[in-house]
Every structure is written in structure tokens, then in C-alpha cells.
């Protein structure tokens, strides 16, 4: 309600509010506060949107140069943390008179190639290689006396590289193989070879 003044001639006036004191001034300002404050954050939203889709396609980048998450052909290479492996062939074989492979198995003969691209020394060992036939993955400790030039266990120092074949059996009726090389004992990365 208004202030009714009178002044010393006995005429009553209103006093009337300043512009800013009025309830309906604040309710325009919050009103403005929040339609400007949604605007800008809209704004935002797109470019945080826009910066989240850069992330995605930054991070699907480094995942396909990831070679954990990828799956490498016979002939090519692959490079984990500076170490080299290449598959450079894949034979069957159904061995000799004096070794075959068990009953519906056969000899699967893999020839790689390490290379250490590492400024330190770095170990190598069949046992860190393993077959998958059909997801089942087993040693490649095979022993087919046809096969010379068996991968062993050893060291290679910077630059150094080594050749060798690793011998497993599989089933003959397994689609799907690959040679699945363990990053390290202490977890369950690998990095996969398509065989077959």
C-alpha cells in the first residue's frame, strides 16, 4: 500500500515506490537472470558437447593405434612399447611317420620375427606366445621333427632381432586361429595374430 503524506497546506499526496523497490521489477530481473544464465549454459552445453565428441574421436584414434585392439595379418607388424613382432609365415603339417600331431589335430607352424626398437635389453620366450584355435588357447610346445629353427628363450639387445618357429597343434577343424603373444605375467594384455 501506498504512503499517503500530507504537506503543511493540508493536501495529502502519495508517495510512491522507486522503480527497483517494486516486487515486479525484481521478478523481471531473475526472470532475465535466468533466461540469459540457460542461453549461456546452452551455449556451453553445445560446446562441451562439441569438446566430448573431439575427446571420442581422440580417444577412438589412440584405441586403433592401440595394437592391443587390433587384430594383425601374417607379414605384418606389430609394436608394443618398442618391441617388434612379426608373423612372416603359417604352416600345417601333419608331421612324420615317427610324430604326428593327436588324433583330428595338426602341426600349426608359425615363423615370427622380434626386433627390440627399446634402448634397453629385452627378454623373449615361446612361453610368452600362445595358440588360439576357437578360443581355446594353448602352449606352442609342440614337437614336429620336420621343423628346424625352433624359437628358444633369450635376450636381444638394442636393435637386435630374432627369427624363429613356434610349433603348436590345433584342431583341423578349428576356424578360427591366432597367435596371441603376452604383453607380460602380471596381466592379460595381447597382442593378436589372425592365423587362419
Known amino acids: 500500500m501506498a504512503k499517503q503524506i500530507k504537506d503543511e497546506n493540508g493536501n495529502v499526496y502519495v508517495q510512491k515506490k522507486k522503480f527497483y523497490k517494486r516486487w515486479w521489477f525484481w521478478l523481471l530481473v531473475v526472470l532475465a537472470v535466468v533466461f540469459l544464465g540457460s542461453g549461456a549454459l546452452g551455449g556451453s552445453s ?8 573431439k575427446s571420442q574421436t581422440s580417444s577412438k584414434k589412440k584405441a586403433e593405434a592401440n595394437p592391443l ?10 609394436s608394443y612399447k618398442g618391441y617388434e613382432i612379426k608373423v612372416n609365415s ?3 603339417s601333419q608331421g612324420s611317420e615317427y610324430n ?9 607352424i608359425i615363423n ?17 606366445f600362445k ?3 576357437d578360443g581355446n588357447n594353448t602352449d606352442l610346445d609342440a614337437f614336429d621333427t620336420d621343423v628346424d629353427n625352433t624359437l628358444d628363450a633369450g635376450s636381444l639387445d638394442k636393435g ?3 627369427s624363429g618357429n613356434l610349433v603348436g597343434e590345433a584342431k583341423t577343424s578349428a576356424k578360427k586361429l591366432q ?7 602380471w596381466n592379460d594384455n595381447t597382442v593378436k595374430f589372425k592365423l587362419k
Do not use: C, M, W
Open 100 to 108: 604326428r600331431p593327436d588324433s583330428g589335430k595338426q602341426f600349426v
Open 46 to 53: 553445445d560446446s562441451s558437447s562439441d569438446s566430448a565428441a
Open 160 to 162: 637386435a632381432s630374432v
Open 90 to 92: 603359417v604352416k600345417f
Open 112 to 128: 615370427i620375427t622380434i626386433t627390440n626398437h627399446t634402448d634397453e635389453s629385452q627378454d623373449y620366450n615361446p612361453f610368452d
Open 131 to 133: 595358440l588360439n584355435a
Open 179 to 185: 597367435l596371441q603373444y603376452k604383453t607380460s605375467i
Open 69 to 78: 585392439n587390433k587384430v594383425y595379418s601374417v607379414g605384418q607388424k606389430a
